[in-house]
Structures are given as C-alpha cells and as structure tokens.
C-alpha cells in the first residue's frame, strides 16, 4: 500500500525546499509505514525556532528549518495515534537515507545523534563533488 501525505502534512512540507519534497514523498510512497509531518515540522520562521529553543524542544537558532532543508516527522501508529519515539521512527529513517543517498544528498538523522537525540528529525545536504573524484572519472574515459 502506498501512502500519501494528508493535507496539514502536505501544507507542511511545501514549506521546505523542493528536494527535501522530492525526498520524502518517495519515502513515504515506498514506506510500509504511514508517517506525517507534525506542526513545526517543516520550514520555521525566525521567531517560531526561538521559541523551541526556549521550551527546550531544540537546542540551536541555526537550525536547518529555517531555510526548509530540514523536516521533522511523526509515525502514524493507527487509531488516532502518533509516535515520535526512536524506535517507530528508525524503520522509515533507513528509507530516508537509503532515498537520500540515491538522490545525491547526505542527510543527518536525530535519531543518531548522543547529546540530544531528535529521532522526528532529518536534515540534507546536498553532496559537493570533489575536484579529485571528477579528474579520477575523467582519467577512466
């Protein structure tokens, strides 16, 4: 079965970047589990990124929100239910990488992370190739 973002998830999501889009619509098509995006889960104002940090829910004002190269997301556990726990959340973050890595982008998972783990949480970054892999491929021709 093929998921589809309903329609606060999806207003949520066209806040961010266009490829973080691309990313997570493939995601969530191939996914066997559905998942949404929770309020303040795509691109944040200035002000709305202050006031995480304040509550404690984030830890830095130069989050990847603020320019929509970052989303957070929810697992939708049946019955009304979500879930941001590591544990429902790590079977779709092997999805994202997998998808990220296909389409050319590292991403970062708060779900990895020691300090303070943010397993809702994906950013990306689009991968620089490097001046020695492109002579490399060159010399291959």
Known sequence: MAFKFGKIS???LETTEPFVQEIM?????ISPYDFGIPEFGGRRTIEQQEQLVKQGKSKTMNSKHLKGEAIDICRHMGGGEYSFERKHILPIAHIVKQVAKDKGYKVKWGGDWLNFVDAPHFEFTKKERKLVDYFNF????
């Open 10 to 12: 999806l207003k949520r």
């Open 138 to 141: 060159l010399k291959r021709k």
């Open 25 to 29: 619509h493939e995601v969530l098509s």
